[in-house]
């Protein structure tokens, strides 16, 4: 069907209003809610903020002052209303109660509790349902969560920084710092949005990364996983001391029983911790969106089992030199098996460039 010009304007207010829980609503959606009277005023808006919470529907009924002006009213809501009994209370059945006219809805949620369901319950219920509308720039808000309700496998994105000439290390293993502050900030927007981040124990050992979200405005720091696959992880190293909680992927079960640390014992697979099971693990934890900050071993590893869904590479403009290392381990010998990338965007982050590009999924 087609739509109105003031229809888009709802749903894009409603995909902004999303936004706000970008970085807080895990293990849930991001969804954002307009509600626009018979007159064509807005009266009410809400976004989901909190796992737990009211949901974007909910938040957005509980602002509208006057409760009258709901009758003949348009609901217009990022992610179709779910119908099912959760922490909170279906948001299909509290839109039916309130007597509007019409939902617009910008996409299908893919949760199988729902799936369509909430859908049929509004319409049956004499409302009239539209949608989807500006269905792109509503899934883009939710990679993870519709990932994980589909495969049940959370969507990765693997951060990379390197020099000019594709290096991200000295030889010795030093890397701090390739990137100028702009672009260490724009990562920590990326891990302020992530349900958790993964390292591996080398980049521990070399590094002894903090992998916390250091900015003003955050209210939740995302799991940290170390893949430690012989649990040589040192108990004194920083990631441990940090707030929030770090948890050591192995699969030395031996170890594991003995040892202080927070320990996960995962099936192996060619002498190191299977990573789709890892995966699967934090799917399970209800993770949707991960960030893999590690070295060229582990990230090639990910890349190489196709477990990345999307690479973010900071372009430093330096020349490191044949000695420093490279951007992935990726044993490739001929053109014939070089991956193919898509790139979908590029920008100037402070003196750096950002390039995002998405793996083919067929290689």
């Not at 003031?6 to 995909?15: C, G, K, S």
């Amino acid at each position: 069907m087609s739509f109105s010009s003031f229809d888009r304007e709802q749903m894009q207010r409603a995909l902004l209003l999303a936004k706000q829980g970008l970085n807080t609503t895990t293990p849930n959606p991001r969804v954002g809610c307009v509600l626009v009277s018979s007159a064509g005023d807005v009266i009410g808006e809400g976004f989901h903020r909190l796992a737990g919470e009211g949901h974007a529907e909910v938040n957005a009924l509980a602002a509208v002052k006057e409760k009258s002006l709901l009758s003949g009213a348009t609901a217009y809501v990022t992610l179709e209303p779910c119908s099912h009994q959760g922490q909170t209370g279906p948001c299909a059945d509290a839109l039916i109660d309130t007597g509007i006219a019409r939902l617009v809805y910008g996409m299908e949620d893919p949760n199988p509790q729902v799936a369509g369901r909430g859908l049929d319950c509004i319409e049956n219920a004499g409302i009239q349902v539209d949608g989807p509308l500006m269905e792109d720039e509503a899934r883009a808000l939710n990679p993870g969560f519709i990932k994980r309700m589909q495969t049940g496998l959370p969507y990765i994105r693997c951060k990379l920084a390197m020099s000019l000439d594709g290096r991200t290390a000295m030889a010795d293993g030093s890397s701090k710092w390739i990137t100028g502050p702009s672009a260490r900030l724009d990562v920590q927007r990326l891990r302020a949005r992530s349900c958790a981040i993964i390292t591996g124990v080398e980049s521990v050992l070399l590094d002894d990364p903090l992998l916390t979200v250091r900015l003003p405005e955050c209210e939740r720091q995302p799991l940290r996983v170390i893949v430690d696959s012989q649990l040589r992880s040192p108990g004194k190293a920083e990631i441990f001391q940090q707030p929030g909680t770090t948890i050591v992927a192995t699969c030395n079960a031996e170890a594991a029983a003995s040892s202080s640390l927070n320990c996960w014992v995962l099936p192996e697979k060619d002498g190191h911790v299977d990573l789709r099971a890892l995966l699967k693990k934090l799917s399970e934890e209800g993770c949707n969106e991960i960030l893999l900050e590690t070295g060229a071993t582990l990230a090639g590893a990910f890349v190489a089992r196709a477990l990345v869904d999307e690479i973010i590479i900071y372009m430093a403009a330096k020349l490191m030199g044949s000695n420093a290392r490279p951007l992935l381990s990726l044993p490739i010998n001929t053109m014939g098996g070089a991956l193919d990338l898509t790139i979908t965007d590029v920008r100037a982050v402070g003196p750096d460039w950002r390039f995002t590009a998405l793996p083919d999924p067929d290689a």
